[in-house]
């Protein structure tokens, strides 16, 4: 038998012989459950050391969508602060309201944090990302995705300053050198006047959200992400 086949009896282990995909294959012909790859790599490092079949129990458990506000009564979340509970809490509900959500479950934060929170378009297949959630050590990180800022130049020159930084201030700055015309990453649009270029990898990252902005990132949201008016027949 190679010794990456995969039986119930495979203990798991992380990075070794087996690959994720191959471990993704067989929970998700095992279960007949499915769950978002960054998902599924964060928790199956919680089962290292167990069999494939002491895992399968708690694979199907994980798989089961959860409100946001059972998630953060989850241990792992007590990193942070009741105050940045709330917050995510009450965004969740609010975006929901525009057509997004997070599927119901929070993976892994790879190079940004310790966990993430992902919203995109409900039950579309095509998964735009428009907000993240960045969970870390007592902190979290709210980062907004925005294309042709230019479009809604008049709007941004007239929200509250702490909304208005995050498309001003100097985080995220273009720092190509030489400047490449061509560049992919780079988001270029003029605010009161003045011509920013930044980098897409680290930008509308909003580093103190509370609940008392709250409205303010949701104006901003819908601004860019209006929600579609039904047709009357």
């Given at each position: 038998m190679s010794k990456s086949t995969i039986t119930e009896d495979t203990v798991i282990e992380v990075g070794k012989s087996v690959s994720l995909t191959k471990y993704i294959e067989f929970f998700e012909k095992a279960t007949g459950k499915e769950l978002p790859s960054c998902e599924f790599q964060c928790w199956l490092k919680t089962q290292i050391g167990k069999t494939i079949k002491?895992?399968?129990?708690?694979?199907?458990?994980?798989?089961?969508?959860?409100?946001?506000?059972?998630?953060?009564?989850?241990?792992r979340?007590?990193?942070?602060?009741?105050?940045?509970?709330?917050?995510?809490?009450?965004?969740?509900?609010?975006?929901?309201?525009?057509?997004?959500?997070?599927?119901?479950?929070i993976g892994e934060g790879y190079v940004w944090a310790k966990y993430m929170i992902v919203y995109s378009k409900t039950g579309a297949k095509n998964k735009?990302?428009?907000?993240?959630f960045y969970i870390a050590e007592n902190k979290i990180v709210l980062r907004l995705f925005f294309n042709d800022v230019d479009k809604h130049k008049t709007y941004i020159e007239n929200v509250p300053d702490h909304i208005k930084d995050v498309f001003t201030n100097n985080h995220g700055n273009c720092s190509c050198n030489p400047q490449k015309e061509n560049c992919r990453m780079r988001k270029t649009y003029t605010i009161d006047d003045k011509q920013i270029e930044k980098c897409s990898g680290v930008v509308f990252e909003f580093w103190n959200p509370t609940v008392e902005k709250l409205t303010d990132y949701v104006k901003l949201l819908a601004e860019f992400y209006p929600v579609k008016k039904v047709k009357s027949v």
């Open positions: 002491e895992a399968i129990p708690t694979y199907c458990m994980a798989t089961e969508r959860k409100e946001m506000k059972e998630l953060m009564s989850e241990e979340f007590n990193i942070i602060s009741k105050a940045d509970k709330t917050f995510i809490i009450s965004f969740d509900e609010e975006i929901r309201k525009l057509g997004y959500d997070s599927g119901g479950g735009k990302v428009i907000a993240r």
